[in-house]
T-cell receptor, first 109, second 120 residues
Framework: SQQGEEDPQALSIQEGENATMNCSYKTSINNLQWYRQNSGRGLVHLILIRSNEREKHSGRLRVTLDTSKKSSSLLITASRAADTASYFCATENDYKLSFGAGTTVTVRA | NAGVMQNPRHLVRRRGQEARLRCSPMKGHSHVYWYRQLPEEGLKFMVYLQKENIIDESGMPKERFSAEFPKEGPSILRIQQVVRGDSAAYFC??????????????????FGPGTRLTVT
């Protein structure tokens, strides 16, 4: 079974708006990572947050982690058309990454 | 510095044929991971290899699938006697070192562009 599960499955927003997606997981983790996948392409690593961290920023990205609730959120601020992609959370335990099914984000111009 | 390379990018095989997928990790990386992505799903871990060693193949189907990472050359994922259900995108990732319980360098893995296998 999948370790991470993203919510919502799909999200459509206007350019300039913020996009928020959530990830829940089941077991203890070393870290949680977010990846982006453009249609038909490989995965691009966005940000990693360790189990002892609560919040992390990278450019227009903000990630939170709540280990007590086993959940994480990814916020993309001031979205652009180029942010249109699928976003996956992945939990790392030892060396294995366990991915959710992803959130498909569409940014309308 | 070239990223993770995978070839071919697209592979079409008839049922019963063999598929060989290649992955060259990033320079300086000695750890390779293979993942499979079925349509509309996330990636599923298949196997973790270091040079000449299979460390964890718990995600590999027991039959028809094998992987290697020889001392010289790329890592190979081999699927024998392919069936339609093997149609998927196969991604390879590499990392410079094994992550240890959240300590040490970044735990990120660097992914290749994938090989899209279609079995007809």
């Amino acid at each position: 079974s999948q370790q991470g599960e993203e919510d919502p499955q799909a999200l459509s927003i206007q350019e300039g708006e913020n996009a928020t997606m959530n990830c829940s997981y089941k077991t203890s983790i070393n870290n949680l990572q977010w990846y982006r996948q453009n249609s038909g392409r490989g995965l691009v690593h966005l940000i990693l947050i360790r189990s002892n961290e609560r919040e992390k920023h990278s450019g227009r990205l903000r990630v939170t982690l709540d280990t007590s609730k086993k959940s994480s959120s990814l916020l993309i601020t001031a979205s652009r058309a180029a942010d249109t992609a699928s976003y996956f959370c992945a939990t790392e335990n030892d060396y294995k990454l366990s991915f959710g099914a992803g959130t498909t984000v569409t940014v309308r111009a | 510095n070239a990223g993770v390379m995978q070839n071919p990018r697209h592979l079409v095989r008839r049922r019963g044929q063999e598929a060989r997928l290649r992955c060259s990790p990033m320079k300086g990386h000695s750890h390779v991971y293979w993942y499979r992505q079925l349509p509309e799903e996330g990636l599923k871990f298949m196997v973790y290899l270091q040079k000449e060693n299979i460390i964890d193949e718990s995600g590999m189907p027991k039959e028809r699938f094998s992987a290697e990472f020889p001392k010289e050359g790329p890592s190979i994922l081999r699927i024998q006697q392919v069936v339609r259900g093997d149609s998927a995108a196969y991604f390879c990732a590499s990392s410079p070192s094994r992550q240890l319980l959240g300590t040490g360098p970044s735990g990120e893995q660097y992914f290749g562009p994938g090989t899209r296998l279609t079995v007809t």
